[in-house]
């Protein structure tokens, strides 16, 4: 007979792994709350064995051996096979539950002592769960991830890549004499972020996602670069040649977005990196939302995104369109990308609002400045003067984008720059 418990974390020793063996152990629920056994004495655990399913142990028991004595010492000893020996003194009680060990950094509260010190078990509330055992399929690689990447290293038998592994991170404040936690926020990020890199095709332009952890986060494409903000920043100026360049790699990026359905809601000289090769990436859609989805106001109460992992897949896909509409909350973004529409509270299109978000880093890129604008004049829908000035590249655009969002532009590929080459004459 076996069983499966979760595997201790590094600092576990081995004679916390033999009370980790002879604890009575249950598979429960995502709710965490132990599960009464039979007393472990009973069921003669012989060994625990690391199984291929990374953070979890076979437990062996033989019940039919029950009459046969044990010894009072046994010697521990590890194996290339991490296999231990087990020991039957002292019994270590263990809330065993799928959870354990994916998140030992976490400023969450600590497991008491009456409980494992070296499993940690975070609350049914932390967005972790979203990454916890077993990950959904939905979140594993795309098929041929490394197909376009370069490894930075090679050797006989295995290609090395360079990634970025992005993992939540839950801050807890005490305000008033009660306990603040951004848990929310983050899980409704980690899902919206998710629900881009496993719906958008690939694109050269759109950050390579690369499947998730286990118990730990999203690995992503390392891109070896700089912000838009440092390239804008830099001198000697931007030619008109890159800044072209850089109109059609980010029009084209967002336009591809745009066509699943699905906005970016951040967009930013921060979220837009430029690589070595001067390819745009976009990345953090943290804040996208679909387009068929009913909007709530910044102002709003945040919608709850742990109801939606703990319903099952028929209540997820109900026939009734009304109830499948998802309410999604728009948020402001980052100053001064962020629409008038959005600031009133009154957003009919996310995808018209990057939109808006693009016209304002074309005057950026045009001035290779950081713009600013008060938010007072954005929220009448009045394109300020001073986003105008000195732009000979894009200045007609600029006017497109910064429209009132039922007479702005859509973002579309048409819309690309067509760039004369030097050999076009030949």
């Not at 309410?327 to 009133?344: K, N, V, Y």
């Not at 655009?397 to 004369?420: E, F, N, P």
Request: aromatic share 8%.
């Amino acid at each position: 007979m076996s069983v499966f418990h979760p595997r201790p974390t590094r600092s576990t020793t081995a004679s916390s792994l033999t009370s980790l063996a002879t604890t009575p152990l249950a598979h429960t629920p995502r709710t965490g709350s132990p599960t009464q056994m039979h007393p472990v004495a009973s069921l003669n655990v012989r060994r625990a064995t690391l199984t291929s399913k990374k953070n979890w142990w076979m437990v062996e028991m033989d019940e039919e051996e029950e009459s046969t004595p044990r010894p009072n010492n046994t010697t521990n000893s590890f194996s290339s096979s991490e296999e231990t020996a087990v020991v039957h003194e002292m019994p270590h009680p263990t809330i065993s539950q799928p959870y354990a060990d994916i998140d030992p950094g976490s400023r969450s509260p600590t497991p008491s002592p009456d409980s494992s010190p070296h499993v940690y078990h975070p609350p049914d509330r932390h967005p972790s769960v979203i990454f916890s055992f077993p990950t959904p399929t939905a979140y594993a690689a795309p098929p041929h991830p490394t197909a376009h990447f370069t490894p930075f290293a090679t050797g006989s038998t295995s290609e090395l890549f360079q990634c970025i592994v992005k993992k939540p991170e839950v801050v807890q404040l005490e305000i008033n004499g009660e306990l603040q936690s951004n848990a929310t926020d983050v899980t409704t990020q980690f899902l919206a972020e998710l629900r881009v890199y496993t719906t958008v095709s690939r694109h050269r332009n759109i950050v390579g996602f690369l499947g998730c952890l286990e118990g730990v986060g999203m690995v992503l494409e390392f891109v070896d670069g700089r912000t838009l903000l440092d390239v804008v920043r830099a001198r000697p100026a931007l030619t008109r040649e890159s800044k072209i360049d850089y109109h059609n790699q980010l029009l084209d990026g967002l336009a591809h977005l745009h066509s699943y359905g699905l906005s970016h809601g951040d967009l930013s000289l921060l979220n837009v990196y430029v690589n070595k090769a001067d390819t745009l990436k976009i990345l953090d859609f943290g804040r996208s939302v679909a387009a068929d989805s009913s909007f709530a106001a910044p102002d709003d109460s945040p919608t709850d995104p742990f109801s939606f992992l703990s319903r099952t897949k028929s209540q997820r896909n109900t026939l009734n369109p009304a109830k499948r509409r998802k309410i999604e909350q728009i948020h402001c973004g980052t100053r001064p990308f962020s629409a008038p529409e959005i600031l009133r509270g009154e957003c009919v299109d996310a995808r018209l609002a990057d939109a808006y978000s693009f016209g304002v880093i074309l005057s950026c890129l045009d001035q290779c400045a950081l713009v600013d604008c008060d938010p007072d004049v954005q929220i009448r829908d009045e394109i300020p003067e001073h986003l105008l000035e000195g732009c000979s590249v894009f200045r007609d655009r600029i006017v497109w984008y910064l429209q009132r969002y039922d007479r702005r532009r859509q973002l579309s590929r048409d819309d690309c720059i067509a760039v004369k080459r030097w050999w076009d004459d030949e």
